[in-house]
Protein backbone atom coordinates (compact mmCIF):
# COMPACT_ATOMS: atom_id res chain seq x y z
CA UNK A 1 0.00 0.00 0.00
CA UNK A 2 2.27 2.80 -1.19
CA UNK A 3 1.46 6.13 0.46
CA UNK A 4 3.37 9.19 1.41
CA UNK A 5 4.87 8.95 4.41
CA UNK A 6 5.68 12.76 6.84
CA UNK A 7 7.21 13.28 10.08
CA UNK A 8 7.08 15.13 12.65
CA UNK A 9 2.76 14.87 12.75
CA UNK A 10 2.41 17.11 15.45
CA UNK A 11 5.20 19.65 16.08
CA UNK A 12 4.98 22.39 18.74
CA UNK A 13 7.64 25.12 19.08
CA UNK A 14 8.87 28.61 19.94
CA UNK A 15 9.00 31.81 17.86
CA UNK A 16 12.47 31.66 16.60
CA UNK A 17 13.37 28.41 16.73
CA UNK A 18 14.07 26.38 13.86
CA UNK A 19 11.41 23.75 12.32
CA UNK A 20 12.26 20.84 9.87
CA UNK A 21 9.69 19.36 8.11
CA UNK A 22 10.34 15.65 6.52
CA UNK A 23 8.39 13.94 3.59
CA UNK A 24 9.11 10.86 1.90
CA UNK A 25 7.80 10.57 -1.70
CA UNK A 26 5.90 7.49 -2.71
CA UNK A 27 8.82 5.24 -4.92
CA UNK A 28 8.12 6.08 -8.49
CA UNK A 29 6.89 9.23 -8.75
CA UNK A 30 8.97 12.01 -9.69
CA UNK A 31 7.05 15.31 -8.53
CA UNK A 32 6.62 16.39 -4.92
CA UNK A 33 4.99 19.40 -3.64
CA UNK A 34 5.13 20.94 -0.51
CA UNK A 35 1.63 22.88 0.90
CA UNK A 36 0.70 24.68 3.69
CA UNK A 37 -2.98 24.87 5.03
CA UNK A 38 -4.91 26.93 6.85
CA UNK A 39 -8.63 28.40 7.28
CA UNK A 40 -7.97 31.52 6.09
CA UNK A 41 -5.98 30.78 2.98
CA UNK A 42 -7.09 27.03 2.21
CA UNK A 43 -4.55 25.25 0.45
CA UNK A 44 -1.53 27.13 -0.83
CA UNK A 45 1.43 25.77 -2.59
CA UNK A 46 4.86 26.56 -1.50
CA UNK A 47 7.46 24.66 -3.53
CA UNK A 48 7.96 21.89 -6.05
CA UNK A 49 10.56 19.84 -7.55
CA UNK A 50 10.36 17.61 -10.63
CA UNK A 51 13.16 14.63 -10.56
CA UNK A 52 14.50 16.23 -7.08
CA UNK A 53 14.64 20.08 -9.30
CA UNK A 54 13.54 22.73 -7.25
CA UNK A 55 10.58 24.06 -10.04
CA UNK A 56 8.53 26.90 -8.71
CA UNK A 57 8.90 28.14 -5.21
CA UNK A 58 7.21 31.31 -5.79
CA UNK A 59 5.05 30.56 -3.10
CA UNK A 60 7.31 30.70 -0.22
CA UNK A 61 8.50 33.47 2.23
CA UNK A 62 12.27 32.81 0.95
CA UNK A 63 13.83 34.80 4.16
CA UNK A 64 12.66 32.03 6.34
CA UNK A 65 11.43 29.13 3.98
CA UNK A 66 13.46 26.91 2.50
CA UNK A 67 13.07 23.32 0.57
CA UNK A 68 15.43 20.71 -0.39
CA UNK A 69 15.40 17.30 -2.16
CA UNK A 70 18.70 15.41 -0.86
CA UNK A 71 17.64 12.42 -2.64
CA UNK A 72 15.03 10.79 -4.34
CA UNK A 73 13.28 9.27 -1.16
CA UNK A 74 13.13 12.79 1.32
CA UNK A 75 11.98 16.16 0.57
CA UNK A 76 12.52 18.32 3.61
CA UNK A 77 10.69 21.80 4.52
CA UNK A 78 12.73 24.04 6.86
CA UNK A 79 11.80 27.36 8.49
CA UNK A 80 14.19 29.34 10.47
CA UNK A 81 13.20 31.25 11.96
CA UNK A 82 9.36 30.26 13.09
CA UNK A 83 7.14 32.55 13.44
CA UNK A 84 3.34 32.51 15.16
CA UNK A 85 1.69 33.17 11.72
CA UNK A 86 3.19 30.06 10.27
CA UNK A 87 0.88 27.86 11.99
CA UNK A 88 -0.43 25.82 9.83
CA UNK A 89 -0.58 21.86 8.54
CA UNK A 90 1.81 21.46 6.35
CA UNK A 91 1.46 18.70 3.46
CA UNK A 92 3.56 16.91 1.10
CA UNK A 93 2.14 16.04 -2.02
CA UNK A 94 3.82 13.71 -4.75
CA UNK A 95 2.41 12.74 -7.98
CA UNK A 96 4.23 10.62 -11.84
CA UNK A 97 3.93 13.53 -13.55
CA UNK A 98 2.12 15.91 -15.48
CA UNK A 99 -1.43 15.85 -15.52
CA UNK A 100 -1.84 12.97 -13.09
CA UNK A 101 -3.54 13.16 -9.87
CA UNK A 102 -1.83 14.39 -6.13
CA UNK A 103 -1.44 11.78 -3.06
CA UNK A 104 -0.85 13.56 0.07
CA UNK A 105 0.69 12.55 3.10
CA UNK A 106 -1.19 13.01 6.40
CA UNK A 107 0.06 16.40 6.89
CA UNK A 108 2.78 18.38 9.57
CA UNK A 109 0.62 19.98 12.38
CA UNK A 110 2.67 23.30 13.23
CA UNK A 111 2.08 25.48 16.31
CA UNK A 112 4.64 28.06 16.56
CA UNK A 113 4.08 29.60 20.25
CA UNK B 1 -3.64 35.24 -11.83
CA UNK B 2 -6.43 32.35 -11.79
CA UNK B 3 -9.36 32.60 -9.00
CA UNK B 4 -11.15 29.83 -7.99
CA UNK B 5 -14.55 29.83 -6.06
CA UNK B 6 -16.14 27.36 -4.65
CA UNK B 7 -20.06 26.83 -2.56
CA UNK B 8 -18.88 29.49 -0.15
CA UNK B 9 -21.52 28.10 2.63
CA UNK B 10 -21.16 24.10 3.51
CA UNK B 11 -23.53 22.14 1.96
CA UNK B 12 -26.58 20.29 4.21
CA UNK B 13 -28.84 17.76 2.54
CA UNK B 14 -30.37 14.48 2.99
CA UNK B 15 -29.42 10.83 2.73
CA UNK B 16 -30.33 9.54 -0.72
CA UNK B 17 -30.61 13.26 -2.24
CA UNK B 18 -28.08 14.78 -4.77
CA UNK B 19 -25.82 16.87 -3.81
CA UNK B 20 -24.02 19.38 -6.42
CA UNK B 21 -21.11 21.32 -5.39
CA UNK B 22 -19.80 24.06 -7.95
CA UNK B 23 -16.12 25.32 -8.70
CA UNK B 24 -16.18 28.42 -10.70
CA UNK B 25 -12.97 30.20 -11.97
CA UNK B 26 -12.18 33.13 -13.87
CA UNK B 27 -8.90 33.72 -16.29
CA UNK B 28 -7.50 31.02 -18.49
CA UNK B 29 -8.99 27.90 -19.23
CA UNK B 30 -7.11 24.93 -17.87
CA UNK B 31 -6.43 22.01 -19.80
CA UNK B 32 -7.77 19.88 -17.07
CA UNK B 33 -9.21 20.07 -13.22
CA UNK B 34 -9.87 17.97 -10.61
CA UNK B 35 -11.76 17.05 -7.93
CA UNK B 36 -10.51 16.01 -4.04
CA UNK B 37 -12.12 15.20 -0.84
CA UNK B 38 -10.56 15.66 2.67
CA UNK B 39 -11.69 14.46 5.86
CA UNK B 40 -10.76 16.37 8.94
CA UNK B 41 -7.50 15.74 9.99
CA UNK B 42 -6.11 14.09 7.23
CA UNK B 43 -4.68 15.03 3.95
CA UNK B 44 -6.53 15.47 0.39
CA UNK B 45 -7.75 12.57 -1.63
CA UNK B 46 -8.09 12.69 -5.34
CA UNK B 47 -11.46 11.35 -6.60
CA UNK B 48 -11.90 12.40 -10.55
CA UNK B 49 -9.76 14.00 -13.09
CA UNK B 50 -11.50 15.89 -16.19
CA UNK B 51 -9.70 17.33 -19.23
CA UNK B 52 -10.62 20.13 -21.26
CA UNK B 53 -12.21 17.96 -24.10
CA UNK B 54 -14.10 16.10 -21.94
CA UNK B 55 -17.77 17.17 -21.19
CA UNK B 56 -18.36 15.06 -18.47
CA UNK B 57 -16.96 12.14 -16.14
CA UNK B 58 -18.13 9.50 -13.77
CA UNK B 59 -17.24 7.28 -11.46
CA UNK B 60 -19.29 4.99 -9.78
CA UNK B 61 -21.61 7.37 -7.79
CA UNK B 62 -19.50 10.74 -8.88
CA UNK B 63 -20.31 12.57 -11.17
CA UNK B 64 -18.33 15.70 -12.88
CA UNK B 65 -19.21 17.73 -15.64
CA UNK B 66 -16.72 20.76 -17.43
CA UNK B 67 -18.66 23.56 -19.07
CA UNK B 68 -14.73 25.77 -21.07
CA UNK B 69 -17.94 28.41 -21.80
CA UNK B 70 -18.84 29.14 -18.72
CA UNK B 71 -16.02 28.18 -17.00
CA UNK B 72 -17.40 26.13 -14.08
CA UNK B 73 -17.24 22.46 -12.97
CA UNK B 74 -20.20 21.02 -11.40
CA UNK B 75 -19.28 17.90 -8.87
CA UNK B 76 -22.30 15.27 -7.98
CA UNK B 77 -22.68 12.59 -5.77
CA UNK B 78 -25.38 10.89 -6.34
CA UNK B 79 -27.80 8.44 -3.43
CA UNK B 80 -25.74 10.68 -0.87
CA UNK B 81 -24.77 8.53 2.30
CA UNK B 82 -23.68 10.04 5.80
CA UNK B 83 -20.23 8.42 5.03
CA UNK B 84 -20.04 11.28 1.95
CA UNK B 85 -19.81 13.93 4.43
CA UNK B 86 -16.37 15.89 4.26
CA UNK B 87 -15.03 18.85 2.48
CA UNK B 88 -14.60 18.50 -1.38
CA UNK B 89 -12.25 20.24 -2.85
CA UNK B 90 -11.78 21.27 -6.54
CA UNK B 91 -7.96 22.21 -8.25
CA UNK B 92 -7.01 23.64 -11.83
CA UNK B 93 -3.50 22.93 -13.35
CA UNK B 94 -1.26 26.35 -13.27
CA UNK B 95 -2.31 27.64 -16.92
CA UNK B 96 -0.11 27.95 -19.94
CA UNK B 97 3.37 28.83 -17.78
CA UNK B 98 2.39 25.55 -15.83
CA UNK B 99 5.26 23.37 -15.12
CA UNK B 100 5.21 19.85 -13.93
CA UNK B 101 1.85 20.03 -13.10
CA UNK B 102 1.73 22.50 -10.70
CA UNK B 103 -2.36 22.79 -8.95
CA UNK B 104 -4.34 25.71 -7.65
CA UNK B 105 -6.81 24.58 -4.91
CA UNK B 106 -10.20 25.81 -4.03
CA UNK B 107 -11.30 26.96 -0.60
CA UNK B 108 -13.59 23.69 -0.42
CA UNK B 109 -16.96 22.85 0.18
CA UNK B 110 -17.99 21.42 3.17
CA UNK B 111 -20.58 18.49 2.66
CA UNK B 112 -23.11 17.29 5.35
CA UNK B 113 -24.97 14.26 4.84
CA UNK B 114 -27.87 13.71 7.45
CA UNK B 115 -29.26 10.29 7.89
Known amino acids: DARVTQTPRHKVTEMGQEVTMRCQPI?????VFWYRQTMMQGLELLAY????????DSGMPKDRFSAEMPDATLATLKIQPSEPRDSAVYFC???????????FGPGTRLTVL | SQKIEQNSEALNIQEGKTATLTCNYT??????LQWYRQDPGRGPVFLLLIRENEKEKRKERLKVTFDTTLKQSLFHITASQPADSATYLC??????????????FGQGTELSVKP
Open chain 2, 27 to 32: NYSPAY
Open chain 1, 49 to 56: FRNRAPLD
Open chain 1, 27 to 31: LGHNT
Open chain 1, 93 to 103: ATDRGLGNEQF
Open chain 2, 91 to 104: ALDGGIYNQGGKLI
